[in-house]
C-alpha cells in the first residue's frame, strides 16, 4: 500500500521529535555521568587537600573544576594531572588514591576515544574464514576480466542486497567489462550507472550501506579519488569511530590504477590513500584472481574497503576457479607467493 502524502508528512513530523528526544535524551545522560564523575574527582582531590603542603593552589583547581562553564572529560584529566604534579614530592596515600584516579580515566578514555577504528566484531573480515582455492579439469585461462565477471555474478546471486554502481557501470558493464552482461542479469536497480559525480557515488554508497545493503560503489580510475575523498575521510572511514561502533557502513569502493603510463587514468597516489583512509581496508590485488579472493573475503565482512585493481590485469590469462564466489583470501597478512631460502 503506498502511503499519501499526509501519512509521509505526518511520519516525517514524528521522526523529528522522535530524533530531538533521543539528543535531549543523549546530552542529559552525557551530562548526568559528567557531572558525577566531577563529583568523584572533586572528593579524591579535597582528601589530599587536608594532608597536602600544596592545599591553596588544590583548592583554586577544586573551584575551576567546580566552575567549569562546559564540563569535559579533558577538564578533569588536566585538573587530577595538575594535582598530581603539584603534590609531585609528597608521598601519601591520599596521592596514591588521585594516582589510581588518574589512571582509571586514562583507560576509559583510551577505550572512548582511541578504538572502534574497525567494527572488531566477529563479522569483521579480518576473521572470515579462509577457503582456499579450488582449481579442476575445466579451470581455463581466460581473461582477468572475466574471473571477475564471474566473482560478481555468483556473490550477486549468492546475496540479494549487493548491489553495484558507477560511470559506465551498467548498460556497457564497466570500462574494463568486470560487469559486461550483470545487468541484463541482474537488473537495472542492483547494477546501475550513474553520472560523473565521484563524492555522490560515495555517499550513495554509504546510504545503502547504513540501510542494510552491500554496495559496490565504483569510482571509474584511482585518479578520480581525490574527487571523493572529503566524503571518504569525513563520513565512511570514520563511521565507526565517531559511533563507538554503532553504525557500520560495509562500503566497498572499487576502482583501478597503477599503469602508469600517463598523466590521466594510470595514476597510483597509494601514500595519499594510504595516510588519508585509515578506518577502511585497502585492499591492492596482484592480479583478478586475488581480486576476485578480495571481494568474497569482504562481501562476507562488515566494514568497508577499497580494492585497486591493476589496469593491466584485465585481459592478462588466468585460470578460472571452480569456487570463483566462494574462494576466500586472508586480509592484513603478506602473501607468500615464493618462498626464499
Known amino acids: 500500500e503506498i502511503s499519501t502524502s499526509e501519512e509521509l508528512d505526518q511520519l516525517e513530523e514524528e521522526a523529528k521529535i522522535y530524533v530531538r528526544n533521543c539528543q535531549r535524551n543523549a546530552l542529559n545522560s552525557l551530562q548526568q555521568e559528567l557531572n558525577a564523575e566531577r563529583a568523584h574527582t572533586i572528593d579524591v582531590i579535597e582528601d589530599l587537600i587536608t594532608t597536602s603542603n600544596s592545599g591553596k593552589q588544590l583548592e583554586v583547581l577544586v573551584k575551576q573544576l567546580n566552575t567549569a562553564p562546559d564540563l569535559g572529560r579533558k577538564d578533569m584529566v588536566s585538573v587530577i594531572r595538575r594535582s598530581l604534579w603539584l603534590t609531585a614530592a609528597e608521598n601519601m596515600p591520599e596521592r596514591d588514591r588521585l594516582m589510581e584516579l588518574y589512571q582509571q580515566e586514562n583507560e576509559k578514555n583510551s577505550d572512548r576515544y582511541h578504538s572502534k577504528q574497525f567494527s572488531n566484531t566477529a563479522e569483521s573480515p579480518l ?52 560487469f559486461a552482461g550483470l545487468q541484463e542479469k541482474f537488473g537495472t536497480l542492483r547494477v546501475t550507472d550513474t553520472g560523473i559525480r565521484e563524492s555522490t557515488i560515495i555517499g550513495q554508497g554509504i546510504g545503502l550501506a547504513l540501510r542494510g545493503l552491500r554496495p559496490i560503489a565504483e569510482i571509474q580510475y584511482i585518479d578520480y579519488l581525490p574527487y ?8 565512511l572511514t570514520t563511521m565507526s569511530y565517531r559511533t563507538f561502533g554503532g553504525q557500520i557502513a560495509p562500503v566497498i569502493v572499487r576502482t583501478r590504477g597503477h599503469r ?7 595514476g597510483s597516489p597509494m601514500g595519499m590513500i594510504v595516510n588519508a583512509l585509515r578506518g577502511m581496508h585497502i585492499c591492492v590485488p596482484r592480479n583478478m584472481t586475488q581480486a576476485a579472493g578480495m571481494y568474497n573475503t569482504l562481501l562476507r565482512g562488515n566494514e568497508p574497503a577499497l580494492v585497486i585493481e591493476c589496469l593491466n590485469g584485465y585481459r592478462l590469462k588466468e585460470k578460472l576457479p571452480a569456487n570463483v564466489g566462494e574462494f576466500t583470501v586472508s586480509l592484513g597478512k603478506a602473501e607468500v607467493v615464493k618462498a626464499g631460502t
Do not use: T
Not at 602508469?260 to 594510470?266: A, N, P, V
Open 127 to 178: 576473521v572470515v574464514p579462509i577457503q582456499p582455492i579450488i582449481y579442476n579439469e575445466s579451470s581455463k585461462p581466460i581473461d582477468g576480466r572475466e574471473i571477475l565477471n564471474a566473482c560478481f555474478s555468483a556473490n550477486f546471486s549468492r546475496d540479494p542486497r549487493i548491489v553495484a554502481f558507477g560511470e559506465d557501470v551498467g548498460a556497457i558493464g564497466d570500462v574494463n567489462q568486470g
Open 228 to 235: 571523493a575523498m572529503n566524503v571518504l575521510i569525513d563520513d
Open 260 to 266: 602508469l603510463e600517463g598523466i590521466w587514468h594510470s
